[in-house]
């Protein structure tokens, strides 16, 4: 497939479980969540999220919103990088979580090495949101979500996912919660690996 290929931070939800807010501005080591994120992708030019844009100003990044209403999920927000993409001329785009600050640095090289119009990352599991996505998909995705569509395996696997193991010690560690952002600190302590 090669080409340019677009990160694009999903950071639209509404973080119930952690008492609302931005899990991705919650502070790590020094740094908001959402910078290790920027760091590791690597390739990050727009962060998906809904709500005041400003917030996220300190990253230089534009903000994208859902473009369909009523909060559905983190399928809109792919959408949306999709969206911006394809305005860009940018053919293909790599998704990861606003939450998830410890994943490979070389995790869009590997899902963009493959050539599949959708190529998903498992460690123990499938994890959706970090995903190569092929930007001429986005038409089928909107029909999809208006349709009622939200499950983001349902919609990959019915486009051929393709998927990458993605080896090392919980990679995709996310952050839910008070006690997994405790977790994620004291993993950050525990050396120079997980900065």
């Not at 998906?48 to 009523?70: E, K, T, W």
């Not at 999709?82 to 998830?100: E, H, N, Y």
């Amino acid at each position: 497939m090669g080409g340019e290929i677009a990160g694009i931070v999903l950071a639209g939800g509404q973080s119930r479980r952690m008492g609302g807010g931005d899990k991705g501005l919650l502070d790590l080591g020094g740094r908001p969540v959402i910078a290790h994120v920027i760091a590791r992708l690597g390739c990050t030019r727009a962060i998906s999220a809904n709500g005041d844009p400003a917030r996220f100003a300190g990253f230089g990044l534009p903000v994208l919103p859902d473009s369909l209403p009523d909060w559905p999920g983190p399928l809109a927000g792919v959408l949306a990088g999709m969206d911006w993409a394809a305005g860009q001329g940018i053919p293909r785009i790599v998704t990861a979580a606003a939450d998830t600050p410890f994943f490979p640095r070389d995790l869009a090289a590997r899902l963009g090495a493959v050539e599949a119009p959708v190529v998903m990352a498992t460690s123990g599991g499938d994890h959706p949101a970090f995903a190569a996505w092929d930007v001429s998909l986005r038409d089928d995705l909107r029909a999809a979500l208006v349709a009622g569509t939200r499950r983001m395996r349902d919609w990959m696997d019915a486009q051929g996912a393709v998927r990458v193991e993605i080896p090392g010690e919980d990679p995709f560690f996310n952050i839910n919660t008070p006690a997994d952002l405790d977790a994620a600190r004291r993993r950050l302590a525990e050396g120079p690996q997980w900065t």
